[in-house]
């Protein structure tokens, strides 16, 4: 298993496993958000390339500033694909992530997960992550005038 910043022609598959995570994504989308990455050094995508060849898992990380606490790295999502979960390539991702952050000076890395993803919960406890609060996340639609 190899991680590696993600290419432009894994777009495909990574827009795939967004599926799997519950996001509908197309190859479109993600290529764009991918030509984002060559301006915003302070942020990447790490694929997990399988001995074959094909993408079998990703994770997004990003720096997080804000006025309110300190500055940390934050994982924006982690899948595997189901047919690859259990073989520890979620860890390879997840510490290859952690590396990423302590390469630019982060010293914490924040993530939330759905309450309803009791599975991925316990693997982040397995990992070292506590759980710090629980809140609610509120959204609102905005109509262009």
Request: aromatic letters at 8%; glycine letters at 10%.
């Amino acid at each position: 298993m190899q991680i590696r910043p993600m290419r432009p022609d894994d777009a495909e598959r990574v827009a795939l496993l967004c599926e799997q995570l519950g996001y509908a994504s197309s190859k479109e989308q993600v290529l764009r958000y991918h030509a984002g990455l060559a301006v915003d050094e302070d942020q990447t995508i790490l694929v997990a390339e399988a001995p074959a060849g094909q993408v079998v898992g990703w994770v997004h990380v990003h720096g997080h500033h804000w006025l309110g606490g300190p500055s940390h790295a934050r994982i924006a999502g982690l899948v595997v694909d189901q047919s690859h979960r259990g073989r520890g390539i979620g860890k390879a991702l997840v510490q290859a992530a952690e590396a990423w952050a302590l390469e630019r000076g982060y010293q914490e890395v924040v993530l939330n997960s759905n309450v309803v993803r009791e599975r991925a919960h316990q693997f982040y406890r397995d990992l070292g992550y506590a759980v710090v609060k629980t809140q609610y996340q509120f959204r609102k639609g905005l109509a262009a005038r």
